[in-house]
Every structure is written in C-alpha cells, then in structure tokens.
C-alpha cells in the first residue's frame, strides 16, 4: 500500500505561481510512474502531468505545456508540480496519484492509477 499526501495548494492571482508537493510513504520502493490530476466544481477530474519512476519521462497535459513542470525526489518519496503562469481556469482540486504497474501509455488516464491523495485545492484569481 501507499499513502500520498499532497501538500501547497492556495489562492493565488492570474499569472502567479505556486509548487504542490505529493509525500508518498509505504511500498514506495514499488511505484512506477506518479501523475498529478484536477478536478474543478461540476467537472470530471483530468490529468495535469504525470511522471516515470526514475523521472527521465514526464507527461503534460497540452493546456499545461510550457507552464507546468513536474519533477521527483525519491530520496524523499516526493514527487512536485511546479506551477507558473497560472490562470483562473487552472482553479480545481490537485490531486496526487501512484502506481506500481504502469505504463508510459497508462500515464494520462485516471482509472490506471490505484493510490490517490486526499487533494489540494488551487485558486487562481482574476
């Protein structure tokens, strides 16, 4: 089992910044690839960026490209999402996910991942 724990959500103006951590803990040594999700009010939840276990391969959405960036210390079973140039419709619930079995051509889909976080909320204003 994982446990994921995000962390560095927060309301922020359009065109601002904020880095979200994701602490994993448990079978660690076992993760394969960590993606990081959203889900805004009313919506379903999307894929933002996902990540492969030694971090040589990231995964963005196109809405993202150029402004997000993910990143991973497995030293500290971390896993970051850098976040610049932010806009109010980039506002939603940021979520952490892991996996031990995936695949780069699972990496962007929500039902491939077992283990999520409890969520972070990031609030871009106008």
């Known amino acids: 089992q994982v446990q994921l724990v995000e962390s560095g959500g927060g309301l922020v103006q359009a065109g601002g910044s904020l880095r979200l951590s994701c602490a994993a803990s448990g079978r660690t040594f076992s993760i394969a690839a960590m993606g990081w999700f959203r889900q805004a009010p009313g919506k379903e939840r999307e894929f933002v960026a996902a990540?492969?276990?030694?971090?040589?391969?990231?995964y963005y959405a196109d809405s993202v490209k150029g402004r997000f960036t993910i990143s991973r210390d497995n030293a500290k079973n971390t896993v970051y999402l850098q976040m610049s140039s932010l806009k109010p419709e980039d506002t939603a619930v940021y979520y952490c996910a892991a996996d031990f079995i995936i695949t780069p051509a699972q990496a962007t889909g929500v039902a491939n991942y077992d283990y999520w976080g409890q969520g972070t909320q990031v609030t871009v204003s106008s």
């Open positions: 990540i492969s276990r030694t971090g040589g391969s990231t």
